[in-house]
């Protein structure tokens, strides 16, 4: 498929097929990750810039082990380390990165639509690695992936997405991306922690934990973003533990092969038990896997494609 876009900033942007063509290369890439060397030349000369002005494990250092693997130069910003911590602006930090002639810069950055402010500016491929409570985009498609990988075609799944809605990025990529693939969504917590649009969304809401998981594929627990919650919206961390933390009591509802993904970081005893963390039918490492090929993926579309948006 020849790929037209010039950025990635949310999953709305993509067609089925588009989807697919991102699944199938990752695939390709996913045989590499079984050899004894793991690199090879596809993006030798080009260059990446990492920029994370928010925290990262995963997403930056899969995107760091993607470009690496494909032979690309990877550079990595962060915001304790960068002039954004003497008062520049997003703008001058871009400018400035642009000025270095990078083939694409992955951001992450606290302000939703920083991703599309970036793309609006620069003549570099830009990725959202996830802006604001706005999209993550790359996220939704390694978490597909990694339940396409399961179960091949994804048409009448249905899939719960349960926590810190309100919050998450995470979720509304999801959403948009598993209703693409002809999934089912339904979306569980409490009130205080989904946003006013989801009524809006396609999905079905439920504030009862076991109802939302009777018969479900597959259970996606959010991480509670303390850090991104300043008004009181929960009595303490007990109480939602107790109503809302996924725990074995609740999968017995669910199909008896439902799968447990989290994005992570996992916060755990929190939104999710150990014991269904780890368990067997846990996909959460599966995911972090599925993160390296889909970014190399990524990286290998958006820095060798042919045309304009
Ligand atoms: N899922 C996710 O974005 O994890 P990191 O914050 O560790 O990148």
């Not at 491929?125 to 597909?144: C, E, F, K, M, V």
């Not at 598993?178 to 917590?189: P, Q």
């Not at 205080?192 to 396609?202: E, I």
Request: glycine fraction near 6%; charged fraction near 25%.
């Amino acid at each position: 498929m020849k790929w037209l876009h010039k950025d990635l900033l949310d999953v709305s942007q993509l067609s089925h097929a588009e989807v697919m063509a991102i699944f199938e290369t990752a695939g390709r890439f996913q045989e590499l990750q079984e050899r004894p060397v793991k690199k090879v030349p596809t993006l030798k000369g080009r260059s990446v810039v990492l920029f994370f002005a928010e925290p990262s494990t995963r997403t930056k250092t899969s995107f760091d082990v993607a470009g690496k693997r494909l032979s690309a130069d990877t550079f990595s910003l962060a915001k304790s380390s960068s002039s954004l911590q003497k008062g520049e602006t997003l703008k001058d930090t871009a400018l400035t990165l642009q000025a270095m002639a990078p083939d694409a810069i992955v951001i992450r950055h606290w302000c939703s639509g920083a991703a599309r402010f970036l793309a609006d500016r620069l003549d570099c491929s830009i990725i959202n690695a996830g802006d604001g409570r706005h999209a993550h985009p790359t996220q939704a498609l390694l978490d597909s992936l990694t339940l396409h990988q399961e179960w091949g075609d994804m048409a009448g799944k249905t899939i719960l997405i349960l926590g810190d809605i309100a919050h998450s990025r995470v979720a509304r990529s999801n959403v948009i991306l598993l209703n693409k693939l002809g999934a089912k969504v339904r979306l569980c917590g409490p009130r205080t922690l989904l946003p006013p649009a989801v009524k809006h969304w396609q999905a079905e809401v439920y504030s009862d934990l076991t109802e939302a998981c009777k018969g479900v594929d597959a259970v996606m627990c959010l991480r509670l973003q303390l850090e991104r919650q300043h008004d009181g919206l929960l009595p303490d961390l007990r109480e939602y533990a107790r109503t809302y933390g996924l725990g074995p009591r609740h999968i017995d509802v669910a199909n008896p092969e439902v799968k447990i993904l989290h994005p992570g970081p996992i916060n755990r005893g929190i939104e999710i038990s150990s014991a269904l963390a780890d368990c067997t039918d846990s996909l959460i490492l599966d995911q972090v896997s599925s993160g390296v090929v889909v970014r190399m993926a990524l990286l290998f579309l958006y820095m060798t494609r042919k045309g304009d948006e």
